[in-house]
Every structure is written in structure tokens, then in C-alpha cells.
């Protein structure tokens, strides 16, 4: 896929037009954001993740924060099977991009033979890209640049893991401003990007000022504890605009080298 880089000058702000466009009337009628995934539950649906949002995938070192994200991001390009892995559902199609920015080729390789794998080998509606190589300021221009690129195009997007776009993770005024860029991200491409973060040692709480801050603005937390024998719990630590979904776990089967999500420990798929 050609990527064409053409940088595109800044608009100028006129404040009085912003607040045009940014006043809400009860009169006028406003539709819910659409729903990009939803989760099954003893045959019932929850909406899981929507457009124009943003989500976080948060849990300890060695907790299978990639696993999953590689399974969410692997639903919305099967075509196979409509969407379906597992108990996840996409409902929403278009230009999927996985981006890595801690992990040398080798591994992220390795995630994306995983994602092919989980979704027949179809790949022409995903991009994966490794950004570890290049220095913080950079991975984040290169980000926003595929946005100016595909646009509307993009569906949903896993960034692997956002301390990477920020010089310090306890700074308030350079989180605050990531975040603020990707809220419009989304916002003006009707996109979902999930972000994975490390959590603090010992406590359920995203790393740094910059955890914190996102776990406020976002719409679904995924936070993972490890378990016995190799599973991993994945709880819903928050859900904005819709019921929780129940604990699931995951786990990685060495026989097919793929992660498997179930309800039950005894192996036992929703």
C-alpha cells in the first residue's frame, strides 16, 4: 500500500467558528457513536468498543496485553468468519493498523504472522508497523502522518505502547497534550485506537501521569492479571456508555502457537 507522505499546511483557529460547531442543541437530534465490536455473552451482545474512542489495555510485564490486542485487531480483519474470533465480533471494516514501538522486527514480525494466522492469512486490510528504532518526537510525527494519509479510512488501530510517544510519563502538561491530540484523532476519522500501557508495580493503576490522564478520557479499560497455569484474567475495569462485560481469560496454546480466549478455565470456548 503506497503511503504517499504529503505534509499538509496547518489551518488557522477562528475561535468563534469553534464554538459554533461545539454548541449542543436539545432540539437537534444526535446519534450514538457507532459500535466497531461487540462481545457475546451467553447470547446476549455488549457493545465493546465504538468509534470516534479510544480504549486501554493495561496490566503487569508478561501479562498477554499483545495477545489480546492481536486477537481484537485479528476480529476486525476476518473475513472468514465475519468478524467473529472467539466471543469478540467486529462490526465495522476498513483500514486496520497495528503499530509497535518497544519491540525489535523480529518480535513484531512474530505478532503479525499471529494476526494473519488468527484471520486465514488475510492480509490486505491491516498494516503493521515497528517503530522502536526511531527517537520518541519522530514515532509520534510518523503516527500522525499514516492519519493524514488514510483519514477516514482508518477503522481501528492498536498502538503498542503509548509511553513510547512521550519524553516523560510523570509529566502533566505532555500527556495531557498527547492525549488531547489523539481525542481528535479519533474524533475526526471515526476511528477506534487502543493503546497498551504497562500497569504501576503492585497496583491496578496505568503507569505514570500519562496512564492516568488516559484512563479518564477513555471509553473501555481491559485490565489483565496473571493466573494459574499460563491463563490470564481480563477484567473490565471500565466502560463508559455500556454494561461491563463479564471476567474472560486467555491463554496461549502451544500446540497451534495461537492465544485462545474461553470463559472457563477447563478450556471450555464461549
Request: net charge positive; proline share 2%; with cysteine.
Amino acid at each position: 500500500m503506497n503511503l504517499n507522505i504529503e505534509d499538509k499546511p496547518k489551518p488557522k483557529v477562528n475561535l468563534v467558528e469553534l464554538l459554533e460547531n461545539s454548541q449542543i442543541k436539545p432540539e437537534q437530534k444526535y446519534n450514538k457513536p457507532p459500535v466497531a465490536m461487540i462481545i457475546n455473552e451467553n447470547y446476549k451482545t455488549k457493545d465493546l468498543l465504538t468509534l470516534g474512542n479510544f480504549s486501554i489495555i493495561k496490566g503487569d510485564e508478561g501479562t498477554k496485553k499483545t495477545m489480546l490486542a492481536s486477537v481484537i485487531f485479528s476480529a476486525f480483519n476476518n473475513k472468514k468468519t465475519k468478524g467473529n474470533i472467539y466471543n469478540l465480533q467486529a462490526l465495522k471494516t476498513g483500514l486496520n493498523i497495528y503499530i509497535d514501538t518497544e519491540q525489535s522486527d523480529y518480535h513484531v514480525w512474530s505478532v503479525s504472522k499471529r494476526i494473519s494466522n488468527l484471520c486465514n492469512n488475510n492480509n490486505s486490510e491491516f498494516m503493521i508497523f515497528a517503530l522502536r528504532e526511531f527517537e520518541t518526537s519522530l514515532r509520534l510525527e510518523m503516527i500522525e502522518q499514516l492519519f493524514k494519509n488514510f483519514g477516514s479510512k482508518i477503522n481501528y488501530v492498536v498502538i503498542d505502547g503509548i509511553v513510547d510517544l512521550i519524553m516523560d510519563i510523570n509529566n502533566y502538561s505532555e500527556a495531557t497534550i498527547l492525549r488531547d491530540k489523539f481525542m481528535k484523532i479519533t474524533k475526526e476519522n471515526n476511528c477506534h485506537i487502543s493503546f497498551i500501557i504497562h500497569n504501576n508495580r503492585s497496583i491496578s493503576k496505568a503507569m505514570g501521569h500519562i496512564g492516568a490522564i488516559f484512563e479518564k478520557k477513555c471509553e473501555t479499560i481491559f485490565n489483565l492479571k496473571d493466573g494459574a497455569n499460563n491463563y490470564t484474567t481480563v477484567e473490565n475495569a471500565k466502560k463508559r456508555g455500556a454494561a461491563k462485560f463479564k471476567d474472560f481469560y486467555i491463554y496461549f496454546d502451544e500446540q497451534h502457537r495461537l492465544p485462545v480466549i474461553t470463559d472457563k478455565i477447563e478450556n471450555e470456548m464461549f
